[in-house]
């Protein structure tokens, strides 16, 4: 049982396995090491991966995005996740296009920011908008 999602205003339709399908692939195939490159192995039934390049940089697109709206509230945990998201080292996302310039950009190693702030926020986010993959996003914001 997989579910069907529309992204926005996109007309490409993703399929996703059900929650617990993604689960339990995660814990069966996540290896600890080499995280940085590909830390998931590919099912070896179907072929796929349940998450990749794409779908990493759409998920920081939408973060990025969110973090230049004009709610404090909205900024704040768009903040709060991209840093959990780009500093974790314990479960370290992969696929991260331009992990370093985004960490460097944001700030994010720097605890205790109040992302909800826009006079601390909005030029931490124009630093980023140079990175030619999030340039829409964050202007969209």
Same mark, same amino acid.
């Given at each position: !049982?997989g579910?069907t999602?529309?992204?926005g205003?996109?007309t490409?339709?993703?399929?996703a ?7 339990? #692939?995660?814990?069966? @195939?996540a290896?600890?090491?080499n995280?940085?490159?590909?830390? /998931?192995?590919?099912?070896?039934? $179907?072929?796929t991966?349940?998450?990749d390049?794409?779908? $990493? ?6 973060l990025l995005?969110?973090? !230049?709206e004009k709610l404090?509230?909205v900024? $704040?945990?768009? !903040?709060?996740c /991209?840093?959990? /998201?780009? *500093? @974790?080292? *314990?479960l370290?996302l ?5 992990r370093?310039? /985004?960490?460097q950009?944001?700030s994010?190693?720097?605890? !205790?920011k %109040? ?6 926020? #909005?030029p931490?986010?124009m630093?980023?908008? %140079? ?11």
């Amino acid at each position: !049982g997989g579910s069907t999602a529309n992204l926005g205003t996109s007309t490409e339709t993703i399929i996703a396995p059900s929650f617990k399908k993604r689960v339990d #692939f995660l814990l069966k @195939n996540a290896t600890p090491q080499n995280q940085d490159s590909c830390s /998931l192995k590919t099912e070896k039934k $179907c072929g796929t991966s349940f998450f990749d390049e794409k779908i $990493c940089s759409s998920i920081l697109s939408i973060l990025l995005k969110q973090l !230049g709206e004009k709610l404090d509230a909205v900024r $704040c945990k768009a !903040g709060e996740c /991209l840093q959990r /998201l780009l *500093t @974790n080292e *314990t479960l370290r996302l992969p696929y991260v296009p331009y992990r370093h310039i /985004l960490v460097q950009a944001l700030s994010v190693n720097e605890r !205790g920011k %109040n992302w909800a702030d826009p006079s601390l926020t #909005f030029p931490l986010l124009m630093k980023a908008v %140079n990175i030619d993959d999030f340039t829409e996003p964050i202007l969209s914001g």
